[in-house]
């Protein structure tokens, strides 16, 4: 019985479901019991006394019992159906076992159809388990099922069973031979002798399929088995074999025995797909072969639309592999057949561009541009998966630029950027190692044109990832593209600040998609620099108060954004030789000073202590706290006495540097803090004879009449003593000199000797009148 075939164990698991069955059955036996009383038939209990039963009554009851079993086994086989569909194999194997007992039961109301569709879903739950304990069970069971009624689906069901059970290929060409016995159709056959390919068993299904073509020789459908062999031997690249096979469909077609068109097309089909592959792996040559195999299936004055894309396609190779004079031939053919298709001036657009013919190649992509805009696009061609037929226009200008044709790419590039509505078209449209690309865009209207697509671009990103329309990794690339094409921009503007400014800040943001490594993080560190210089250099010439302080305002965003990032920055590797740091504290600093900022002292403490700073630094921390509107003295001398300081550490001092810091010190705030500065007769000497290093004469004349020229600026503040060490200072510095010493030695040492006695005498009248300034060049 199928209880057996289905070996189901477990007594007290079944006893519930048999349990469940009679629960049924009691329901409908009780309930069709109320229906005999009410029509007159009374049902026995044990209290009633025994009675012979009429002829009738017996015949109904039979009837009602009949009835009671066909319904269920009905019922078993949809408990089977629906816990097969919910992947509970063992109570789908039970309640089918059930429906086939039941159903055995009487076999003049369930027909052997029945029975053997019941047994065909008992051997495939047998073989969706995937348990190979089952395997033999489901054997058994689709024997058992063909042996009550034979079917295709059957003996199909028996062939995936073999195969999933690893059977020996000697068993498998018996069961395939049983299946050629058995008369079963061509189409039969095919699917099995490619579901033996399916499953590599080669070897059979080869086999089968030459038994087939004789078995069915005489059959109008055997060009299908041709077919299928030639699929399955390019599938299984025996290639040689399957020319072979194609020599003979051709022989056969010239000879009388032609395909059916509906065979025709599909072998055209397996044909290109082949040579697609070889495409793809570019293998131009291959291709072509299978390309040619294709077109003798045509006629000369074939006018299928097929006919002038497989010449499209075949030009395409010609062209990859430099064989000009054919790939114009075989395009004229296309453009002959199919004038009006835009892959057919593409590539005569590409041919015109090889043979240097600009006037043929502008009219071919203004064609190009009017097909584009006139009619829906058109189907593939070994461009089939573009996004959009204006990429065609981009890949013309990309072709263009290559070959040097500079005028026509700029052509196609304006067509582009006139009719495409995807930003993204417009910039990979592009060839950035192109110096000609950029500057076809160099112009204010096409830059303007690319920071709006830019910023579409942006938006795109900004919007919820959907992992249906694109992978994170295409998203990220996208973003690195887009953030280039920004950086290029920015560099190509270095005329416009402003537009400069922009195109930084677009690189910044589309580089917030990607991937956080050190060269995003340099990449975002150089755009907010950059933007937050434009920034403060717009504010130096902005004509109001509101619109300066817009422009410090947000560099100070920039700057305080940037500082977040060279904080990650350093945590990626040795920057010490990266002015970056530096730069964002002048750019901070500007900005406070600028804007009168009260934190700006609290901000300068941390500063003064830091001390990886150059001397440098701190004179342009003076100079800046000079500038005007800010005006902060005090700041100024703390930088400048920072320099000094860091001058004096240097083994060799950059006198010319030393005495700027001290004379800019001493017109910043007077006496005390210049004295202060040239009070250490250490520091004299220093810089005295720091001139034997070989500082030029000229140096030293200018150094000695600063010195000179502070020294009047003292004594008339009536700062006698800092007036005589300036001059004393001069006077050491004129001993340095050389051939200019004979023109400044004399009016200096008399104007010295007046210095000294109006000292004395602590009156300044008379040197007032007689004091005089040096000038430099006498």
Request: glycine content about 4%.
């Amino acid at each position: 019985s199928a209880s057996r075939v289905a070996g189901t164990t477990g007594m007290r698991h079944h006893a519930r479901y048999i349990f469940l069955v009679l629960q049924i059955s009691l329901y409908f036996l009780v309930d069709t019991g109320l229906a005999l009383v009410q029509a007159g038939f009374e049902l026995l209990t044990l209290s009633d006394p025994p009675a012979l039963a009429s002829q009738s009554e017996i015949t109904n009851l039979t009837l009602f019992f009949i009835l009671q079993t066909r319904y269920l086994h009905i019922l078993c086989y949809n408990f089977g159906v629906e816990t097969h569909k919910q992947n509970k194999y063992e109570e789908s194997s039970f309640w089918l076992s059930q429906s086939y007992d039941i159903g055995k039961m009487d076999k003049n109301s369930v027909g052997p159809e029945m029975l053997a569709k019941v047994l065909r879903l008992l051997a495939t739950t047998y073989l969706d388990w995937d348990n190979k304990e089952y395997y033999d069970k489901a054997l058994s069971a689709i024997n058992l099922a063909n042996k009550e009624h034979l079917n295709p689906a059957g003996l199909f069901l028996k062939m995936k069973i073999l195969l999933k059970g690893e059977t020996a290929n000697e068993e498998l060409l018996g069961a395939v031979m049983e299946i050629l016995h058995l008369d079963m159709s061509l189409d039969f056959c095919l699917n099995t002798a490619k579901l033996l390919m399916d499953h590599e068993r080669e070897s059979v299904g080869f086999y089968f399929l030459k038994i087939i073509c004789e078995h069915f020789k005489s059959s109008e459908n055997i060009g299908k088995a041709l077919l299928l062999h030639i699929d399955m031997l390019l599938q299984k690249k025996e290639e040689l074999l399957a020319k072979e096979k194609i020599e003979e469909i051709i022989l056969g077609h010239q000879t009388g025995k032609q395909l059916t068109t509906e065979l025709v097309d599909w072998l055209h089909n397996i044909l290109w797909k082949k040579a697609a592959r070889s495409f793809e792996v570019q293998n131009y040559a291959d291709a072509l072969h299978w390309y040619c195999y294709s077109l003798r299936f045509y006629s000369s004055d074939h006018t299928d639309l097929n006919l002038a894309k497989l010449q499209r396609n075949m030009a395409s190779c010609y062209l990859h592999l430099k064989q000009l004079d054919k790939a114009k031939e075989t395009v004229t053919e296309a453009e002959r057949r199919d004038p009006t298709n835009i892959f057919t001036q593409f590539y005569i657009f590409k041919i015109a561009i090889l043979e240097e013919n600009s006037d043929r190649a502008l009219q071919a992509i203004t064609t190009l541009k009017n097909l584009l805009t006139d009619k829906e696009p058109e189907d593939n061609d070994l461009l089939r998966n573009r996004s959009s037929p204006t990429m065609l226009l981009s890949l013309a200008a990309q072709f263009a630029l290559e070959n040097g044709q500079q005028i026509v790419a700029g052509k196609a590039l304006e067509y582009l950027a006139q009719h495409s509505e995807d930003p993204q078209q417009v910039l990979t449209a592009l060839n950035w190692k192109t110096p000609f690309s950029i500057h076809f865009f160099s112009r204010k209207k096409e830059m303007d044109r690319l920071l709006t697509c830019l910023n579409i671009a942006l938006q795109k990103f900004a919007q919820p990832f959907d992992r249906e329309t694109s992978t994170l990794d295409s998203r990220t690339d996208e973003a690195h593209w887009f953030r280039k094409i920004a950086w290029n921009l920015a560099v190509q503007s270095d005329k416009d600040p402003v537009t400069m400014r922009e195109f930084f800040i677009l690189s910044y943001k589309l580089s917030q998609f990607c991937p956080s490594d050190q060269v995003i993080l340099i990449a975002q560190k150089t755009c907010l620099l950059m933007a937050a210089a434009v920034d403060l250099e717009q504010g130096r010439k902005a004509s109001t108060t509101f619109e300066q302080t817009r422009l410090l305002n947000r560099a100070l965003e920039q700057i305080h954004k940037c500082n977040d990032i060279w904080n990650l920055l350093k945590q990626t590797g040795d920057f010490s030789n990266d002015p970056c740091e530096t730069l964002l504290l002048l750019y901070e600093f500007e900005v406070k000073a600028k804007m009168n900022d009260p934190s700006l002292d609290s901000f300068l403490e941390s500063v003064w202590e830091l001390p990886h700073l150059e001397s440098k630094t701190f004179e342009t921390i003076a100079s800046l706290a000079m500038e005007m509107p800010a005006y902060y003295p005090s700041i100024a001398v703390k930088a400048l006495k920072r320099a000094l300081v860091l001058h004096k550490k240097q083994e060799s001092i950059d006198v010319l540097q030393y005495s700027t810091c001290l004379i800019i010190m001493g017109h910043s705030t007077g006496t005390d803090s210049a004295t202060m500065s040239c009070n250490s007769n250490n520091c004299k000497t220093r810089i005295v004879f720091g001139f034997q290093e070989g500082y030029s004469e000229i140096e030293i004349l200018w150094l000695m009449i600063k010195s000179w020229n502070t020294g009047i600026f003292m004594y008339r503040r009536s700062k006698y003593v800092s007036a005589e060490k300036w001059c004393g200072l001069a006077l050491r510095f004129l001993d340095h000199l050389g051939s200019l010493k004979r023109s400044y030695e004399t009016q200096m040492n008399v104007l010295y000797s007046k210095l000294v006695e109006a000292l004395d005498k602590k009156k300044g009248s008379l040197f007032n009148e007689e004091g005089e300034l040096l000038e430099q060049g006498r």
